[in-house]
């Protein structure tokens, strides 16, 4: 079967669902229209889980994260996007497929961490950080959104303080994120630096640039870590 | 023959002449209203708020003795429960005798901006069921129910009776007690609804003879009239409707003939329809100051309830609403609710007050809440297509609730384009709003086939977004034919490296990264008038750092990093 053969069967069953009332799928997965991303995940990227883009800072990964967002709010559904970095240019979303009035960004007030310096690599989480992986958990929970993007910088080992005082691992924090993306049913993409910390993904991608343009290599699935490559 | 011939055609002429005359009588007939009384206006108003007020209290704290109320204007007794009846307070009183007769009486002045207020409200809830709302003052509302067919859905009389039931229907949501009648024109209509004779849908024929057995008081006559007829003898409607119309105009003047058609039951006069005021508001005043959220929310379900009947008699919703807590014993604070698409649904306005007020501290309990419309917009949420959620909307509400109580307002977006060249302004931030899609609203043509290409860049790549013509600056090859995918919130200062007259590496933060390619210039300048800015673009091909959007600033010739292409 042709890839636009088993698009229209895809919007065909997802119409159907909702002409049901159906709650939120949480089974299949996204291509992203990408050659190189799509032959290393033939299944797509999941629904109801996380997948993980890793990166340099101009690797391409936003880009590829675009265009699974782009397909997977088809005509009518909604997207949501955590921007904790508070970089997330528009105009090039739009140019990428997605329509603007059906994508909610997401940024938490306070002081953006810096691109790409060391500063992920930080202990010290800052209040936006905090506030944008409980926006994620929150946005990821609704079932409100067909896909959700999480960009958000956490180092590893980076300990995160609630607004009650206490004090819990990253780790912890992002396992959370799981649970969240399967009972919200969403397509879950986090965005990653090397050196940052990620939630337990069901796929994990490497993507960087080559002279001939993205390339893209699969990563071990699973625990949280630090990913293989270098900080800038 | 000539003479014959125009004689008929001036017979013909003055035949028209009759017909034009007697159209425009036509049209002008009396239309059928439904009359709608809330009698004791005042106590009805009181007593409301005391259940709604009492609903908040737990049961166990409400002390069980509640005081009789009676309404006083000018030192009289104007209304009164019938628990103070029963112990000798009668209207005409005055203050001091209802007091002697029961001692635990509670007076209360009469407040007309507050009646007024309450019709107001049940005036925009009846506009559900008739476009031509009148507002007759003191207790009265008159709705047209000439399309009381196609309303209910029913013919004739069965149509208006089914209609006068959906009016009281619509009250007692309001929480209000009323009386209806309905009947052709608005003044009988109105004097069966006071005096209680509209049981059933009047036909016109009927009018006057319903009208003969109303007291005289139900034509509600100028004071000096009707004392002057009352003088004559006659006592009832019917009694002056046989009178013959000369005598009474020779002797009461144009009045005298009004009042003669009135007691025929000929009213010809038009209802003045109500014009609804742009933002309402809906308070209560609680019982007692409550300090946790639970009997709150309670309180402010009524509210909710009566403010989402308004807007719904008007066809319209809100997608932003103000809640006014009032503190005890002094201080108010303002709590703006956002709401994903315009509304008029009390489960969804809850659902978002419930998240709202979850994340309020209050320096004190709360004696009162005022929630007042801070925006009406046409609404939407109820008219779903047939693949559209109401539970996913209601999703989306509580989700942005959260983050706006958590976050704060305006933490979560929608990016609008702006057209303007200077980049980090190319698009605005403005509300989310759960907006139904348009089919225009696909993604930009020929980015679909580019996404298909393996391993390239296809977004880069992609047309430029069509019908963003720039309106200000200037800008150069390539155009906006690609963007990064992320742009600082401030440029990075970088120091450039060149040998022979060529970049070959870019010094970020004390570190050489070498550069491996390097795209034509794109020139982006404007806004001299203001905030001039005049910058050369490139993109960058960066060891390490991947593919960046550098520009060199002509006012200065430094290099900054603005974005990567990520």
Redesign the interface.
């Known amino acids: 079967m042709q ?1 636009a053969q088993k698009q229209v069967l895809e919007d065909l069953r997802e ?1 159907i669902r ?2 049901e ?1 159906k709650p939120a799928r949480s089974s299949g997965g996204v291509e ?5 991303i799509d ?1 290393i995940a033939p299944g797509g990227f999941p629904r109801g889980a996380i997948a993980e883009l890793t ?9 590829v994260a ?2 699974v967002v ?1 397909r997977a709010m088809g ?2 559904s ?1 997207a949501a996007w955590i921007d904790g ?25 306070g002081e ?1 961490p810096l ?3 060391g500063s992920v690599l930080n202990r010290t989480v800052q209040a936006s950080v905090r ?1 944008s992986l ?2 994620a958990e ?2 990821l929970g ?3 959104f067909a896909a959700v993007v999480v960009d958000v910088p956490v180092a590893s080992g980076a300990r995160i303080t609630s607004d009650w005082g206490s004090v819990a691992s990253a780790e912890a924090v992002l396992r959370r994120l799981v649970g969240a993306a399967e009972k919200g049913g969403a397509t879950c993409i986090w965005l990653s630096e090397p050196g940052s910390c990620a939630p337990p993904a069901r796929l994990r991608i490497e993507v ?2 080559g ?5 893209a290599r699969p990563l071990a699935r699973g625990v949280s870590a630090t990913v293989a490559g ?1 900080a ?1 | 023959m000539q003479l014959e011939l125009s004689a008929i055609g001036a017979g013909e002429a003055r035949a028209r002449q009759v017909e034009r005359e007697a159209a425009p009588r036509r049209a002008a007939s009396p239309r059928r209203v439904l009359a709608i009384q809330v009698p004791d206006v005042s106590l009805q108003r009181i007593q409301r708020a005391r259940r709604a007020a009492a609903e908040t209290v737990a049961a166990e704290r409400r002390d069980g003795r509640e005081r009789p109320v009676a309404i006083a204007r000018e030192g009289r007794i104007v209304a009164c429960e019938p628990l103070a009846r029963s112990m000798g307070v009668r209207c005409g009183d005055s203050t001091v005798q209802a007091t002697a007769s029961c001692a635990q009486l509670e007076v209360i002045l009469q407040d007309d901006v507050a009646d007024r207020a309450l019709l107001v409200g049940l005036a925009e809830a009846l506009m559900s069921l008739s476009p031509v709302v009148e507002l007759a003052l003191p207790d009265t509302l008159l709705v047209d129910a000439s399309a009381a067919a196609v309303v209910t859905n029913r013919a004739g009389t069965e149509g208006e009776a089914l209609l006068a039931r959906r009016a009281v229907d619509v009250a007692a949501d309001m929480g209000l007690h009323a009386r209806v009648a309905v009947a052709t024109g608005r003044g009988p209509a109105r004097a069966l609804a006071r005096h209680g004779a509209g049981d059933r849908p009047i036909p016109s024929a009927e009018t006057r003879a319903a009208l003969a057995k109303l007291p005289l008081a139900a034509l509600e006559l100028p004071a000096a009239m009707a004392e002057r007829i009352a003088g004559l003898g006659l006592r009832d409607v019917g009694a002056l409707a046989a009178l013959p119309a000369e005598t009474l105009a020779h002797r009461f003047g144009p009045a005298g003939l009004a009042a003669a058609r009135l007691a025929s039951g000929d009213d010809p006069s038009p209802l003045v329809p109500y014009v609804p005021e742009a933002l309402p508001l809906e308070e209560l005043d609680l019982e007692a100051p409550v300090e946790t959220a639970e009997p709150l929310l309670f309180g402010l379900k009524r509210v909710c309830d009566r403010l989402a009947a308004r807007l719904a008699g008007r066809g319209v919703g809100t997608c932003r609403l103000v809640l006014r807590l009032r503190l005890d014993p002094r201080g108010e604070v303002e709590v703006p609710v956002a709401l994903a698409s315009p509304s008029a649904s009390t489960s969804r306005w809850m659902l978002v007050l419930r998240e709202r007020l979850a994340t309020v501290r209050l320096d004190a309990p709360v004696r009162g809440v005022v929630l007042t419309v801070g925006e009406v917009a046409a609404a939407s949420a109820e008219q779903l297509a ?4 109401p ?2 909307l209601a ?2 509400d ?3 609730a ?2 706006a109580a ?3 307002d305006g ?7 702006v057209d303007r060249h200077r ?1 980090e302004a ?2 605005r ?1 403005v509300a ?4 139904r ?1 348009s ?1 225009s ?4 043509a020929g ?2 086939g580019a ?10 790549d ?4 069509a019908g963003a013509a720039p309106v200000e600056g200037a800008a150069t090859a390539p155009s ?1 034919s ?8 401030r440029p990075r200062p970088l120091i450039a490296e060149g040998e022979g007259g060529r970049l070959t590496a870019l010094r970020l ?1 004390g ?1 050489a990264h070498r550069i ?2 390097l795209s034509p210039p794109e020139r982006l300048s404007g806004e001299w008038w203001a905030n001039p800015y005049d910058r050369e673009y490139r993109r960058v ?2 060891e ?5 959007w550098v520009y060199r600033d002509a006012s200065d010739g430094r290099f900054w990093l603005h ?4």
Request: glycine fraction near 10%.
């Open positions: 890839p119409r909702r002409l009332r992203s229209g990408w050659g190189c032959a990166g340099a800072p101009g690797s391409g990964k936003t880009a675009i265009a782009a005509e009518r909604l970095r508070s970089e997330l240019y528009a105009p090039a979303v739009q140019i990428g497929g997605i329509d603007l009035e059906r994508l909610l960004i997401v940024r938490p007030a953006a691109s790409p310096s506030q409980w926006a929150a946005v609704s079932g409100a960087s640039r002279r001939d343009g993205v390339r270098h800038a | 047939l693949d559209e959620s539970q996913q999703a989306v509580a989700i942005l959260r983050l958590r976050l704060g933490s979560g977006f929608v990016a609008e384009p980049p190319a698009y931030a989310f709003r759960a907006r899609p089919r609203a696909a993604p930009v980015v679909a996404v298909t290409v393996a391993g390239a860049a296809p977004v880069e992609a047309a430029p977004v906006a690609y963007r990064p995918t992320r742009l600082l919130s933060d570190h491996l390619d091909e960066v390490t750092l991947g593919s960046c974005g990567f292409f990520d």
